[in-house]
Every structure is written in structure tokens, then in C-alpha cells.
């Protein structure tokens, strides 16, 4: 395993990924309700808050928004993804090389493996082409681990997160990005699970400031190392604000209410 806490991707052995590749994933929906959020600048300018230790972009995103950065912000590019328009099983095309996200700059690679999918026999095999050409550059690699498919109807159970962080760990990961099992134990299970791979929550869709918190204070009590986050960061209207409570959180073992008061 690359020892990643020497790493710009992590601060005190945790990490806080600000992921910024809706636009491919999701379309123009994430950005209707906040319209600037549409314009990738913004988010790089959030990015340079301190407790943001990586931006997780696609290709085009970086290779146009990024040179302005270099010198204020982390890149990690996202090597696969595919838009809402496709209605096929859960699949994800490769979009970037590891040589060409290196190229532009890139500290680290996220790749999305679902497994449970039809496709998760491909999307193994391309991880490990992906894995193993990143070792080759010394490029940290993290697994958005999400389970899905046909077969899998609920992606969130415990016992379905659990194996999630397991298959990064079999597979060579060195951070499992998972969604929030829904409590403590079943977090410290998928933790277990990961061994010597950390663990990451997965944002998900935008809460209350509250219940955002309580779910990656849970996380970070369960043993995980921070946070890969979205639109609980960019889709609020002031992002600066929740990053200083997640800075509080993720970093200097805030309570949650110290994190809303720290973030006032
Ligand atoms: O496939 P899903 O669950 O719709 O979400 C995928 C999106 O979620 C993320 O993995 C995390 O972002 P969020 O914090 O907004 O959930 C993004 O990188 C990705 O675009």
C-alpha cells in the first residue's frame, strides 16, 4: 500500500475529498437550485479552504479549471463515470488514463467499481489495470465502492456497505469511498471490514447542517477517516460555513454542536 498520511491527500491521516463530478453523473439537476454551483470555479475556490484535502474531478474539468489551482489545491481525477442518460445495468465507462491523469497534475485516482452489477466483472478487471498502472506512478487510488445492480435492492444495509469497504481492501484500494451504513456499528463493521484501507463516507444527497454532521461525526467515532462529500458541500449556499464545521468534526474532535457554533 502506498503510506498515503504522507500524502497531500490526507491532513493527520484523514481525508476530506470535495467531489465535483455531478455534471457527468447526475446533469444540470444538482445545480438548479444553486445556479452558480454550475461553474466549476466555485468549487475550486471551496476547495481551497484548509480542511479540504483533495478535489475529485473528471478530465475536462480539470484540464480546464485546474491550471489555476495548481498551486492552492489537490487533484485527484476521477478515471470513469457515467451520465444519468444511461439506463443500462450499473456500469462506468473509463474516461481517463492514469498516464494522462498524471499528466495533468493528479495526486491521487478515484475509480467507481459497482459491485454486484452485471458489468462488475469488467469493471474489476479495468480497476485492475487502473490499480496497478497507479502503483506504477505512485498515485494513491480510491474506490467509490458501490454496490448495485439488479439483484441489490437495498445499497445501503450494513451487511452491503461491509463488503464494500472489504472488496477495496481485496482489491488494492487505498481509500473506500462508501455510503453511510446507516449507524455506529454497522460504520466500525465496514471500518473492520477495510483493515489497513481507510474508510470515507460518501455524502449523499443535501440534509440539515445537523443531520449531515451527525452522520460523518458517527463516521469518524466508527473509525473512518473523513469524508468524500458533494452536494452536501456545493449545494448549499455558502459552502465556506459547513467546511469550517466539518474542519471542527473530521479534524479537531468537535461535538457536533461545537461544529455549528464553530461554523456561526
Ligand atoms: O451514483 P449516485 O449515488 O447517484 O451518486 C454519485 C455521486 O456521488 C458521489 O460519489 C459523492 O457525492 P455526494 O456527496 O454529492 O453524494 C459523487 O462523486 C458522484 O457524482
Known amino acids: 500500500m502506498i503510506p498515503i498520511d504522507d500524502t497531500p491527500l490526507c491532513r493527520d491521516g484523514k481525508a476530506l475529498i470535495l467531489a465535483y463530478d455531478h455534471g457527468l453523473e447526475h446533469g444540470p439537476v444538482d445545480f438548479k437550485d444553486v445556479p452558480e454551483s454550475a461553474d466549476p470555479e466555485r468549487t475550486f475556490e471551496a476547495a481551497t479552504h484548509p480542511a479540504v484535502t483533495s478535489v475529485a474531478v473528471q478530465k475536462g474539468v480539470a484540464e480546464a479549471y485546474y491550471p489555476s489551482y495548481e498551486d492552492d489545491v489537490d487533484l485527484m481525477v476521477k478515471l470513469n ?3 444519468n442518460l444511461w439506463m443500462g445495468e450499473p456500469d462506468s465507462a473509463v474516461n481517463c488514463s492514469v498516464d494522462y491523469a498524471a499528466e495533468l497534475g493528479a495526486s491521487s485516482v478515484g475509480f467507481t467499481l459497482y459491485g454486484g452489477s452485471n458489468k462488475e466483472v469488467e469493471m474489476a478487471e479495468e480497476f485492475r489495470d487502473v490499480h496497478e498502472a497507479a502503483r ?7 474506490m467509490w465502492s458501490y454496490p448495485r445492480g439488479q439483484g441489490l435492492k437495498n445499497d445501503t444495509k450494513p ?7 472489504r472488496l ?4 488494492g484500494a487505498d481509500i473506500a469511498k462508501v455510503k453511510h451504513p446507516g449507524s455506529k456499528s454497522a460504520m466500525e463493521d465496514a471500518v473492520r471490514m477495510a483493515g489497513k484501507t481507510k474508510v470515507v463516507m460518501s455524502g449523499g444527497s443535501k440534509t440539515t447542517d445537523r443531520e449531515f454532521l451527525e452522520s460523518v461525526k458517527q463516521t469518524i467515532d ?3 477517516k473523513g469524508l468524500a462529500v458533494g452536494r452536501n458541500v456545493w449545494q448549499r449556499e455558502n459552502p465556506t460555513r459547513i467546511l469550517d464545521a466539518l474542519e471542527a468534526v473530521i479534524f479537531e474532535e468537535a461535538s457536533v454542536d461545537e461544529a455549528l457554533d464553530a461554523a456561526e
Open 81 to 83: 463515470g457515467t451520465s
Open 136 to 142: 506504477d506512478h505512485g498515485l494513491p487510488t480510491v
Open 159 to 165: 451487511s452491503t456497505i461491509a463488503y464494500a469497504a
Open 168 to 171: 477495496a481492501l481485496e482489491l
Open 222 to 224: 466508527a473509525g473512518g
